[in-house]
């Protein structure tokens, strides 16, 4: 059973920097991408980055593009992304997900980010 479990959201200023986690549970987790959305109140989600399963391939929005940073652990079954030069705009509730063999079927219970 897969399970992910994100941390490390908060308020930061404008400029400031966040690093987040999710751990995730179940054997599958190095086989399968896995990525960051975002939900911004009122919007709908968006997909922020994603990362292939060996970490060599990476996706961005253009939105966070030179600003975060995903990377992931498969030894850990960790999966990170690095959060700079953060904008108001980037306030929203942050989701990991793992694809499943037809889409981003797992999902965390997500964690917020605030910036003022």
């Known amino acids: 059973h897969v399970q992910l479990v994100e941390s490390g959201g908060g308020s930061v200023q404008a400029g400031g920097s966040l690093t987040f986690s999710c751990q995730v549970s179940g054997y599958t987790y190095k086989y399968y991408c896995v990525g960051w959305f975002r939900q911004a109140p009122g919007k709908g989600l968006e997909c922020v980055s994603v990362?292939?399963?060996?970490?060599?391939?990476?996706y961005y929005a253009d939105s966070v593009k030179g600003r975060f940073t995903i990377s992931r652990d498969n030894a850990k079954n960790t999966l990170y992304l690095q959060l700079n030069s953060m904008k108001t705009e980037d306030t929203a509730m942050y989701y990991c997900?793992?694809?499943?063999?037809?889409?981003?079927?797992?999902w965390g219970q997500g964690t917020q980010v605030t910036v003022s």
């Open positions: 997900s793992q694809r499943n063999n037809w889409s981003f079927g797992y």
């Open positions: 990362i292939n399963y060996g970490g060599g391939t990476t």
